[in-house]
C-alpha cells in the first residue's frame, strides 16, 4: 500500500486457469480404486477473511483489480456506513488455483489482517459415489426402456412408464448435485470485509420541546389507562368470585369469633 492510501497497479502476469474437465458418468474402474493417486482430487476451498485498511475506497478499487486479475468474480457486495465505521462485505468467488495468490495479494497489499480463516474439504469420494449413482441410474434406464418396447399389456406399459419418470428424475437430481459440487470445486469462496474506522464526533442529541413531551406523556397515561380497563373487563369473572370468596371468609371469621366468645368453641 503506497502513502495516502494508494494501491498499487496489478504488473504480474498471472497464467490463465485450465477448466476441469466435465464430469464422467462412468463409475472410477478397478484400476483407479485400487491406486488413488491416480484419482483426481476435487477439493472445495473457502475462506473468511477481514481487514482494516486507512482508507475504504481505494482498498475496494484494489479488490476490483484483483477480481479482475485472477478472473474471479463478486457473488455479493455490500456497503455499510455507520457513525463509527465505513465498510464493504464481499463475497468473492476465485478460480481455485487462483485462490491462495489472491488472498497473499490481500495479506500484502492491504491493510491490517484482523481475522482469516481458510477451510479445504476433500470431496473426491462423495464426486465418486454421485458419478457411480449416476451411471446406475442411466443403466437402469436404459433397461426399463428395453422393456417397455417389449410390454404387452397397458398395466406393464404403465408401471414401466411410471418407474422410467422416476428414475428420469433421479438422473437429473444427481447431475444437479454433480454439477453443483462442480462449481464448489472449480471456484472458491472467500468472505471478505473491508473496514475503515472513522473518526467518533459527538453529537448531542436535540431535545424534544416541552409541548411535545407533554403530549407524549399524556398520550402515554391514557392509554395506560385504556389498558389497565381492558385488562378488569377481561378478568371480571376472577374479581366476582374473589369478592365472593372474602365476604365469606370473613364472614366465618366473624361467626367464630361469636362462638368463641360464648365459649361454645375451644
Known amino acids: ?121 476433500d470431496v473426491t469420494a462423495e464426486f465418486i459415489d454421485l458419478e457411480t449413482r449416476l451411471a446406475n441410474k442411466q443403466s437402469y434406464l436404459v433397461r426399463y426402456k428395453e422393456l417397455l418396447k417389449k410390454a404387452q399389456t397397458v398395466k406393464d406399459i404403465l408401471t414401466i412408464e411410471h418407474e422410467i419418470r422416476k428414475i428420469e428424475e433421479e438422473i437429473e437430481s444427481k447431475k444437479g448435485q454433480l454439477k453443483y459440487l462442480g462449481d464448489q470445486v472449480r471456484f472458491s469462496t472467500l468472505q471478505l470485509d473491508l473496514n475503515q474506522e472513522k473518526d467518533y464526533v459527538y453529537v448531542p442529541r436535540k431535545a424534544d420541546r416541552f409541548i411535545e413531551r407533554l403530549k407524549e406523556s399524556l398520550s402515554g397515561g391514557w392509554h395506560g389507562f385504556v389498558s389497565f380497563m381492558l385488562l378488569l373487563l377481561r378478568i371480571w369473572p376472577f374479581l366476582i368470585l374473589f369478592t365472593f370468596m372474602l365476604v365469606g371468609w370473613k364472614r366465618w371469621r366473624k361467626k367464630r369469633k361469636a362462638l368463641k366468645s360464648m365459649g361454645k368453641l375451644d
Do not use: C
Not at 468474480?73 to 478460480?95: C, D, Q, W
Open 1 to 121: 500500500m503506497g502513502p495516502g492510501g494508494n494501491y498499487e497497479v496489478m504488473e504480474e502476469e498471472v497464467i490463465p486457469i485450465t477448466q476441469q474437465e466435465a464430469v464422467v458418468a462412468p463409475s472410477p474402474s478397478k484400476e483407479m480404486d485400487s491406486n488413488p493417486s491416480m484419482l483426481d482430487k476435487k477439493i472445495i476451498k473457502d475462506g473468511r477473511m477481514g481487514l482494516k485498511v486507512q482508507e475504504l475506497n481505494p482498498a475496494k478499487a484494489y479488490v476490483d483489480s484483483l477480481v479482475n486479475h485472477f478472473d474471479a468474480y463478486y457473488g455479493k457486495e455490500n456497503f455499510h456506513k455507520t457513525r463509527f465505521e465505513i465498510s464493504y462485505s464481499l463475497v468473492v468467488r476465485i478460480p481455485f488455483k487462483n485462490f491462495d495468490p489472491f488472498v497473499s495479494r490481500l495479506e500484502s497489499r492491504i491493510g491490517e489482517v484482523q481475522y482469516k480463516n481458510i477451510d479445504a474439504h
